[in-house]
């Protein structure tokens, strides 16, 4: 595994257990004081009583920063205690998902590729269950559609090759990259993920159709099959 192959945001770095061991150097793996000191800073800001009290709870609750911002509303206000503190995390994830989002459309992704990671890392790391999404890009390498194909299981996800070529020619799409979550937390591939991918790749080469990548998105980090080899 190589430092290109993972990517992660830093401020949603996940605490859990043996993440060190799975991420490469260059990716410090961030400890609960200090995703802990980064929300009581945002919440004192906005001058939230007791926001060390209100972060302690939240990070002890959800694992990570990240899965603090990505936590449903109810948990969130069963944990915090205090309905300005929900408002401002919830204010705060969703402008920064707007802020991602417009990022990738603005720009041509494929020479882009730390913010679309970026982007993709929020919208899915912390999911529950396996979601298969697509990208389509036109000749200048702009998003011309962002669209979830499938919802899965907690560790499956069907795969509709048909279906994903079907709506490239739809949208007169010329490439596409394919991603999708892993919900354990691991963004490696599996044999299944690799098969599939290229099986996508060789139905579309016939039709013009470029599949620049296959991402994975898991909360150690964002890996691409393509930089590490996997596909063809």
């Known amino acids: 595994?190589?430092?290109?192959?993972?990517?992660?945001?830093?401020?949603?770095?996940?605490?859990?257990?043996?993440?060190?061991a799975i991420l490469p150097s260059v990716i410090p793996t961030k400890s609960g004081s200090e995703c802990v000191t980064h929300l009581s800073a945002l919440l004192a800001a906005a001058r939230i009583d007791d926001a060390d009290v209100i972060a302690q709870r939240l990070v002890e609750e959800f694992g990570s920063l990240g899965a603090v911002m990505a936590g449903s509303h109810a948990r969130q206000l069963r944990v915090a205690k205090c309905d300005k503190a929900v408002s401002i995390i919830r204010?705060?994830?969703?402008?920064?998902?707007?802020?991602?989002?417009?990022?990738?459309?603005?720009?041509?992704?494929?020479?882009?590729?730390?913010?679309?990671?970026?982007?993709?890392?929020?919208q899915m790391a912390f999911e529950k269950s396996e979601h298969i999404r697509l990208l389509y890009l036109n000749g200048g390498d702009r998003v011309v559609r962002d669209e979830i194909e499938n919802r899965g299981s907690i560790d499956s996800v069907e795969f509709h090759v048909r279906e994903i070529i079907v709506r490239a020619l739809e949208l007169g799409a010329s490439k596409i990259i394919v991603v999708h979550n892993h919900p354990s937390g691991?963004?490696?591939?599996?044999?299944?993920?690799?098969?599939?991918?290229?099986c996508l790749i060789d139905a579309c080469r016939?039709?013009?159709?470029?599949?620049?990548?296959?991402l994975i998105v898991g909360r150690l980090g964002v890996r691409s099959l393509r930089e590490s080899g996997a596909i063809r």
């Open 186 to 198: 691991d963004p490696r591939p599996g044999r299944n993920d690799i098969s599939r991918t290229n």
């Open 1 to 20: 595994m190589t430092s290109e192959t993972i990517h992660r945001l830093p401020i949603f770095s996940d605490i859990s257990a043996g993440a060190e």
């Open 206 to 214: 016939p039709l013009g159709i470029h599949v620049v990548d296959h």
């Open 91 to 122: 204010q705060i994830n969703s402008a920064f998902r707007h802020a991602l989002k417009a990022e990738i459309y603005l720009n041509p992704v494929v020479s882009n590729t730390e913010s679309l990671r970026d982007y993709l890392f929020i």
